[in-house]
């Protein structure tokens, strides 16, 4: 069975700072890789994913994430959060073959404090 | 376009009750897909429905729980005789079709609550 552990439930940080999320999956077959983002009063929507190629996918808003086949990781990293990139951050998984159901992460919590 | 839309917004009932939760897809989307919220236990996948065919009832934790489809298009979940652990929120998403690497466009949800 797959599953998607997220290690950090909330992240604090201050304006201006590096970010980074974590994201550890494990699954005995091939999976594609998200990351979605819930503001504030919001629904889920997608922020990036990975389904194949290189492995460094980049967001409009200047987050990017590593896909890590050995260490089975996915983490998501800003070099300079804004206010505006408090949210809830999820990590989700779907299996290549499946019909797309997300298997998702617990989700962080990132608070951005001036 | 319009967006994926759920009612009601909120719900709240009282033990052993019946509820029917609401969720217009996307138009043109024949992938839909329920998931449920809860504190400590994050997003779980309940029920997807791909066009006219059979639903995969795979994520549904128990036979108090059901959904259908009409016409391919909106959704409802019932909940039969809840029960305080029903409460969380319940998304619904739908998908231009079945491929897992397609993005699923989530609505606002409806937030239970079962005194």
């Known amino acids: 069975a797959q599953s998607v552990t997220q290690l950090d439930s909330q992240v604090p940080v201050f304006e201006e700072a590096p970010v980074e999320l974590r994201c550890n999956y494990s699954?005995?077959?091939?999976?594609?890789l998200f990351w979605y983002v819930q503001y504030p009063n919001q629904g889920l929507q997608l922020l990036l994913k990975y389904l194949s190629g290189s492995t460094l996918v980049e967001s409009i808003n200047g987050f990017e994430a590593e896909f890590n086949k050995s260490q089975t990781s996915f983490h998501l990293r800003k070099p300079s959060v804004h206010i505006s990139d408090t949210a809830e951050y999820f990590c989700a998984v779907s299996d290549r073959g499946s019909q797309g159901n997300l298997i998702f992460g617990k989700g962080t919590k990132l608070s951005v404090k001036p | 376009g319009a967006g994926v839309s759920q009612s009601p917004s909120n719900k709240v009932t009282e033990k052993g009750k019946d509820v029917e939760l609401r969720c217009d897809p996307i138009?043109?989307?024949?992938?839909l897909y329920w998931y449920r919220q809860s504190l400590g236990q994050g997003l779980e996948f309940l029920i997807y429905?791909?066009?006219?065919?059979?639903?995969?009832k795979s994520g549904l934790p128990s036979d108090r729980f059901s959904a259908e489809r009409t016409g391919g298009s909106v959704s409802t979940l019932t909940i039969q005789r809840t029960q305080q652990e029903d409460s969380a929120v319940y998304l619904c998403?739908?998908?231009?079709?079945?491929?897992?690497?397609?993005?699923?466009?989530f609505g606002p949800g409806t937030r239970l609550t079962v005194l």
């Open positions: 699954s005995s077959v091939s999976v594609y």
């Open positions: 429905f791909q066009g006219n065919s059979a639903p995969d």
């Open positions: 998403a739908s998908s231009s079709d079945r491929n897992a690497y397609n993005e699923q466009f």
């Open positions: 138009s043109g989307h024949t992938a």
